[in-house]
């Protein structure tokens, strides 16, 4: 699978080159899977014991206690002479042995057997074609158990195997691998995201995390006991998304989503920063790097890069921004990046970093690279670029674009695209919880209307004017008086064009009909209610 990791990028390989596993689980030493290991290798197994009692046979017996032995030139000739039996004794313990204290061990062996010599991960998929078995069953079984070494060291083996293997995991079986490795990246973070929420409730939380709770290796103490996997799932992650076929199937699964949404919480600077790494390689994809913002990727991370500390952290969100402007293939998605990072305020923080003259070679070039890309789109920039990329981020904010110049010349550029902009934000009006968002949002759909002829009706068939009307009873002040100018707007375009009707019908060059009095009439602040289907508004 090598040749599959990196394209032809000569960056990805150069460092994927220094982040080589053996290296990486040497840094990771000190993560609790690691801890663990160390721990149950010094627990021997008494196989005299499970041979007795029948529960493994006399060949699997011969082999494992020849195996499990601290001679290691003996255990690499055991291991090229007999591969077909080394499969099957261990394949057989993993099946058929219930006690998690010596599958535990069992798993620390093959991991051990496998970090020592990649070839090795062959050997099971040999016996797998041998015997026409499943290859995968055994290890994704273990997945299902409830201690947490079983299964966090089961997926550390399943990674390795699917990456350093030449046969690629089957289709079906990676989406299950890969499905679990994102349910439990979320579910450990929710756990951490409870345990804060506890804290926070007995008026700890906050002081203590502000006051470097962390140790020196990124852990809390609150993460060991509680979140203690999260790194070796995010590790898991890490080796198998350098593979493109394997990228494509963690988008499937809404991978990118899962990842985006740790991110955007609280977790310290190791698990962010191997997370932002699997945003990192999945970028390496042109399809993937023109589709990554849809998912909000460029403001959450703008948001790590203002708060982080760690220059590690810094340097690969540079990295994921210098690719969501390189890799993709459409020139107007990498400039609808570069406007977004432009909105999100990468431009103060590249100053910042400039500023304090790194001494990392690639954190200089990327700085450099991405500011002349952001100040070169500043000057290109239109008003509706600005526009459709804020609202397409998600984050609306009373920015300059708001404004009703805007809208005279732009109301009906929202049409584009089967309405594009139109239903994000109808979108975004069922979906935030964000009161700036909303009363944005409302503004937004009364300016389109006030402006665009047939407005109330697109608004009308696109499902806004009822979550407009919705609005009228958030508990935001902000909110409700947006939405109430929005609604007035609505029923106000409805009125002026009676009023134009009822004009031409009567031929009224002298005074007007009493519907055209109350439409001028509001217009100067008068009150005017609806006599239509439409609940009454009081014009203000």
Not at 520 to 536: E, L
Request: negative net charge.
């Amino acid at each position: 699978m090598a040749g599959n990791l990196a394209g032809a990028d000569p960056k990805f390989k150069e460092i994927i080159t220094s982040l080589d596993d053996d290296k990486i689980d040497m840094l990771a030493a000190t993560s609790v899977l690691q801890q663990k290991a160390t721990d149950i290798r010094n627990q021997k197994v008494n196989w005299q014991s499970y041979f007795q009692s029948q529960m493994i046979s006399q060949e699997d017996f011969n082999f494992i206690v020849a195996f499990d032995v601290n001679d290691s030139q003996n255990k690499v000739a055991l291991l090229r002479r007999d591969r077909t039996q080394a499969a099957q004794t261990l394949l057989n313990l993993l099946g058929h042995v219930s006690k998690d204290q010596t599958l535990q061990y069992i798993l620390v062996l093959v991991d051990d057997m496998l970090q020592e010599d990649r070839s090795r991960v062959e050997i099971f998929h040999e016996y797998a074609t041998l015997r026409k078995e499943p290859m995968w069953a055994p290890f994704l079984n273990l997945l299902n158990r409830q201690d947490g070494f079983i299964t966090n060291m089961t997926s550390r083996i399943i990674a390795k195997i699917a990456c350093w293997s030449h046969t690629p995991m089957e289709r079906s079986d990676l989406h299950f691998y890969l499905t679990w490795l994102k349910d439990q990246l979320k579910s450990q973070y929710d756990a951490l995201a409870a345990l804060q929420t506890s804290d926070s409730l007995k008026g700890e939380a906050t002081e203590h995390y502000s006051k470097n709770r962390f140790d020196e290796q990124g852990l809390s103490t609150s993460e060991i006991s509680n979140n203690e996997y999260i790194q070796s799932v995010a590790r898991c992650l890490q080796m198998m998304l350098r593979i493109d076929d394997y990228r494509f199937a963690f988008v499937s699964v809404d991978g990118i989503s899962t990842l985006l949404s740790v991110l955007a919480g609280r977790v310290n600077f190791q698990v962010q920063y191997q997370l932002i790494f699997c945003l990192w390689v999945l970028t390496f994809n042109p399809l993937l790097a023109e589709k990554m913002n849809k998912f909000n990727v460029i403001p959450i991370l703008a948001d790590i890069l203002s708060d982080s500390v760690k220059e590690k952290v810094t340097r690969i969100i540079l990295a994921v921004f210098r690719n969501l402007i390189e890799k993709p293939e459409d020139a107007q998605v990498a400039k609808e990046h570069c406007i977004s990072m432009v909105q999100s305020k990468v431009l103060k923080q590249l100053q910042i970093l400039e500023q304090r003259k790194c001494d990392d070679e690639d954190i200089t070039a990327d700085v450099e690279f991405l500011s002349e890309k952001l100040h070169s789109s500043v000057q290109d920039l239109s008003s509706f670029d600005e526009y459709a990329t804020e609202v397409k981020s998600g984050r609306l904010e009373w920015s300059p674009v708001h404004k009703s110049k805007f809208w005279r010349e732009n109301a009906q550029r929202l049409n584009e695209k089967n309405y594009e902009l139109l239903r994000i934000l109808i979108h975004l009006l069922e979906t935030s919880k964000d009161p700036l968002v909303l009363s944005v949002a409302s503004f937004d759909i009364g300016e389109y209307v006030r402006h665009y002829p047939r407005g109330k009706h697109v608004i009308e068939q696109l499902g806004g004017k009822t979550l407009v009307m919705q609005l009228l009873g958030h508990e935001d002040p902000n909110v409700r008086y947006e939405a109430l100018l929005a609604v007035q707007k609505l029923m106000v375009h409805n009125w002026e064009y009676l009023g134009r009707q009822l004009e031409q019908d009567t031929g009224a060059d002298k005074g007007v009909s009493k519907g055209g009095s109350q439409v001028a009439g509001k217009a100067h602040g008068s009150q005017v209610h609806s006599t239509s289907d439409d609940s009454s508004v009081t014009w203000l």
